[in-house]
């Protein structure tokens, strides 16, 4: 793990292999440990970059509030800092994809080519904005756990979840390093950020659109409406998945990265 200051605080990030540039991005409340099986493999042929975001892993919490632009500038900071400047594949999972919608609005001469794993183009609605806003006002009373007690079951597949009880505890163990400030944060960023779904007749990138097949957070049905929307997409469904592919079915999700990279 290394460290940047950026925006006067500390991200962490792994910077792994060389070759063409893979940012990885990850989801709420997650780090960069989700991409663990994708970090290793990738890197034998790609230099991947993968941070924790304000708050989240082994970063520093926030002092206040951080919107999906300020993590997208994070982004675009640490590549400076790193001196990347050719343009890189991202890959944003979920919250991550929220963030990659505004990598793309804020940088995208950064851009060469974009990976959208179990994420969503539409903004929350009025009823789910809400409850993230509640949730934030409770998390910051009472901490955090029951965020991650609640969302757990969401997360997986019926079968991860009865079927791979150390799958879970290793999901949970990543959700307990984030900060409460981070989560927080991120609930009012999520809450508060646009609908994308404009955006994606701009974006002129080959981007893969890869989804679980069994996610209920971000639908396959959902997903698949996004690559109709892009100019160049390809789709993939991951088989044996809920809404965490990344770990659920880690080689899949490898086979469709490193079939996009090397399209
Ligand atoms: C995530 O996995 O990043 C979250 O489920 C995203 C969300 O809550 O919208």
Redesign the pocket.
């Known amino acids: 793990m290394s460290t940047a200051t950026i925006n006067n605080q500390k991200i962490a990030y792994e910077s792994k292999g060389s070759g063409r540039p893979v940012l990885l991005v990850h ?2 409340p997650l780090s960069r440990e989700m991409w663990r099986a994708q970090i290793d493999a990738l890197a034998t042929s790609h230099q991947v970059i993968a941070p924790d975001l304000r708050g989240f892993g082994e970063s520093d919490p926030p002092s206040g509030d951080v919107s999906m632009a300020d993590h997208a500038d994070d982004l675009a900071a640490l590549l400076d800092y790193l001196q990347i400047d050719q343009p890189v594949a991202i890959a944003g999972f ?2 991550g994809g929220y963030v990659t919608f505004e990598f793309w609005r804020r940088h995208k001469d950064r851009v060469g080519s974009m990976m959208l794993v179990d994420t ?1 183009a539409d903004a929350d609605s009025p009823e789910k904005a809400a409850g993230r806003r509640e949730s934030a006002d409770r998390v910051a009373t009472e901490g955090p756990n029951f965020i991650y007690d609640g969302m757990i079951p969401n997360l997986v597949s019926n079968q991860t979840f009865n079927g791979h009880p150390e799958l879970v505890k290793a999901i949970h163990g990543i959700m307990v390093t984030s900060s409460p400030a981070g989560v927080v944060a991120a609930l009012k960023a ?1 809450a508060d950020r646009p609908d994308s779904r404009p955006l994606l007749g701009e974006i002129n990138v080959p981007t893969a659109v890869i989804v679980g097949a069994e996610d209920a ?1 971000s639908p396959p049905a959902e997903m698949e409406q996004i690559a109709n929307s892009l100019q160049s997409a390809e789709f993939c469904t991951i088989p044996d998945a809920g ?1 965490m592919t990344t770990m659920e079915n880690p080689a899949a999700v490898l086979a469709a990265m490193q079939k996009h990279l090397s399209a």
């Open positions: 989801g709420f979920s919250m969503r999520m957070i809404h």
